[in-house]
């Protein structure tokens, strides 16, 4: 698991499409995430028309850097029909954390840009994408391969550690 301690997040991408394969791998890897109840409340849209990246990009302070990105996968949840609906915050970040190792395991970089629970971000979105009405905006991770390098902080912090015997 050498990708948790060289994963960092990519925010420039080289203009090179990247393989539809290596897309489902990577969607393939999100979908192994554990969730509460095994709900499963995923579904993905991948966004390769420059101009609804564009747009994209321009939905939160925070989306600028997608616009250079080959890619942006934008995971939803299902709203109906969950049986542990307070749960999916986190299990679209472990299906997302799935994401991003599978992405630098298969040589690409990523970045998350958080939407959820911002609901003017999530709404731009949806209605940029024309997403049905039963599910909504959770995250865009952009994706591509890395035009830039960067070293993983270490951040591990012993003082953080608390054991309770």
């Known amino acids: 698991m050498n990708e948790i301690f060289h994963r960092v997040s990519i ?3 080289k203009k090179q499409a990247v393989e539809k394969e290596k897309i489902l791998q990577i969607l393939k890897a999100a979908m192994q995430a554990p969730s509460a109840c095994n709900q499963q409340p995923w579904e993905f849209y991948v966004v390769t028309d ?14 600028g850097c997608a616009a250079g990105a080959p890619v942006v996968i934008v995971p ?5 029909n969950l049986p542990a609906l307070p749960m999916v915050s986190i299990d679209m970040g472990i299906c997302i954390e799935n994401m991003w ?5 298969l040589g690409l970089g990523g970045v998350c840009i ?4 911002i609901q003017e971000w999530m709404d ?3 209605q940029i994408l024309e997403l049905p009405e039963d599910v ?4 865009l ?4 391969y890395p035009n830039e390098e960067r070293a993983q902080q270490d951040r591990f912090d012993s003082n953080r550690i608390h054991f309770v015997e």
């Open 136 to 139: 909504a905006v959770f995250s």
């Open 114 to 117: 958080g939407v959820s629970p």
């Open 124 to 126: 731009q979105i949806h």
């Open 76 to 80: 939803v949840y299902r709203k109906e």
């Open 11 to 13: 925010r420039k991408y």
């Open 50 to 63: 420059p101009e609804k990246i564009q747009k994209l990009s321009q939905t939160t302070p925070y989306a």
């Open 101 to 105: 190792l599978e992405t630098d395991a």
């Open 141 to 144: 991770f952009a994706l591509g």
